[in-house]
C-alpha cells in the first residue's frame, strides 16, 4: 500500500455559477503506458460504475472485491475493484500495454484522480493528491490545472452536482 500523501488545494468551482477559482497552481499530465496508480490504489466502485462496467458485458463478480470494503464513519459506501493476484495490477489493466480495457467506462475514482473533490454548500473544492508514484503531477510538460483544464475534465461532473443542488437535492 502506498504512503500517506499530501493534499494541496488547487482550486475551488461555485456550483452554482460554475465560476472557478485557481488557489494554488499546479501542472498535471497523465503518462501514457505508466499505469501505476492502477497498482497503488484502491478503487471504490458505485453502483454506477459497476452498472456501467456490467454493460460492457462483464459480471459483476469478475471485478467486484467484495472482501474490500470502504467507509466513511460507519456507513458503508463501496466495494473495491479487484485486483490481479499475480500483481496486484487491477484487473482492466492490461499488463502488456500498461492500458485501462474499459477506459471509456472507468469508475469515477479513476477519471477523477489525482484529484479530490470535496463538496461544502454551493463550493466544490478540488485538491491534488500528490502521491510519490504519479509522475504526471507537476511534470514539466503537463498542463496547467485551471479553469479550461477543469471544466474540460470535470464539467459533466460540475453540472450534475449543479442539477442536485438546484433541484434542492
Known amino acids: 500500500m502506498a504512503t500517506e500523501s499530501k493534499k494541496t488545494l488547487v482550486a475551488t468551482v461555485d456550483l452554482s455559477t460554475l465560476k472557478v477559482e485557481v488557489v494554488n497552481s499546479v501542472k498535471f499530465k497523465c503518462i501514457e503506458d505508466c499505469g501505476r496508480c492502477c497498482y497503488e490504489l484502491e478503487i471504490p466502485l458505485r453502483d454506477e460504475d459497476i452498472e456501467a462496467i456490467e454493460e460492457l458485458g462483464y459480471n ?91 471544466l474540460r475534465e470535470y464539467g459533466e461532473l460540475f453540472e450534475e452536482y449543479r442539477r442536485k443542488l438546484m433541484e434542492g437535492e
Open 60 to 150: 459483476a463478480w469478475e471485478f467486484v472485491d467484495y472482501e474490500k470494503m470502504f467507509y466513511r464513519g460507519d456507513k458503508f459506501l463501496s466495494y473495491a475493484i479487484k485486483k490481479r493476484p499475480f500483481d496486484d495490477g487491477c484487473v482492466f489493466l492490461d499488463p502488456e500495454t500498461k492500458r485501462c480495457r474499459i477506459y471509456q467506462k472507468r469508475p469515477l475514482a479513476c477519471r477523477l484522480y489525482p484529484f479530490v473533490f470535496v463538496k461544502h454548500g454551493t463550493k466544490m473544492e478540488i485538491y491534488i493528491k500528490e502521491d510519490p508514484f504519479c509522475p504526471g503531477i507537476n511534470h514539466p510538460e503537463g498542463e496547467p490545472v485551471d479553469e479550461n483544464f477543469l
